[in-house]
């Protein structure tokens, strides 16, 4: 995907946004971390096999989403831009060189004063009629079930 942000479209995006009960740095390594995005990142009744990580600009983070079921879809996500502990931007698709509907995320946490952080997730879809696609099957629900097993996660961790 050739998107950047001076093109960005309202017109294909998703956006989720989730107030989180932990310092930004820790969840910022949750989606920075491997055995991190391992426990906890996949919709609702799906576990995250990693299968490949190398989290740099340039690095790929290659997994599947195991469904219940035993279904998987692979998954791959292209780092772009890793500005620690505020800024992720990175293109996610199928596990395929030729994957159609590539789509770029951009996600920023921002510290509060309390200890929480707000992060905000931005996907640009290739296409508008993409972009509703993927809400008509359940992206946005799809993602705040994600949201919803990072916050446990999050929690669990504050636990230990």
Same mark, same amino acid.
């Given at each position: 995907?050739?998107?950047?942000?001076?093109?960005?479209?309202?017109?294909r995006e998703v956006v989720?946004?989730?107030?989180?009960?932990?310092?930004?740095e820790r969840v910022f390594?949750?989606?920075?971390?491997?055995?991190?995005?391992?426990?906890?990142?996949?919709?609702?009744?799906?576990?995250?096999?990693?299968?490949?990580?190398?989290?740099?600009?340039?690095?790929?983070?290659?997994?599947?989403? %195991?469904?219940?079921?035993? %279904?998987?879809?692979?998954?791959?996500?292209?780092?772009?831009?890793?500005?620690?502990?505020?800024?992720?931007?990175?293109?996610?698709g199928a596990d395929r060189?030729?994957?159609?509907? %590539?789509?770029?995320?951009?996600?920023?946490?921002?510290?509060?004063?309390?200890?929480?952080?707000?992060?905000?997730?931005?996907?640009?879809?290739?296409?508008?009629?993409?972009?509703?696609? %993927?809400?008509?099957?359940?992206?946005?629900?799809?993602?705040?079930?994600?949201?919803?097993?990072?916050?446990?996660?999050?929690?669990?961790?504050?636990?230990?």
């Open positions: 995907m050739t998107t950047n942000e001076a093109s960005w479209d309202i017109e989720l946004s989730r107030v989180l009960d932990a310092p930004r390594r949750a989606w920075t971390e491997a055995e991190r995005i391992g426990a906890w990142f996949a919709p609702r009744d799906f576990a995250c096999r990693i299968r490949h990580a190398d989290i740099r600009v340039g690095g790929a983070l290659r997994f599947d989403f %195991v469904g219940t079921n035993g %279904v998987v879809y692979d998954n791959r996500i292209t780092f772009l831009e890793i500005t620690a502990p505020s800024r992720l931007v990175f293109d996610h060189d030729d994957a159609p509907d %590539v789509f770029r995320v951009t996600i920023t946490f921002d510290a509060q004063s309390n200890g929480k952080t707000v992060l905000t997730l931005r996907q640009l879809h290739p296409t508008k009629a993409r972009r509703d696609a %993927v809400i008509g099957f359940g992206a946005v629900e799809i993602g705040n079930g994600t949201m919803d097993k990072l916050a446990e996660y999050l929690a669990g961790e504050a636990a230990r």
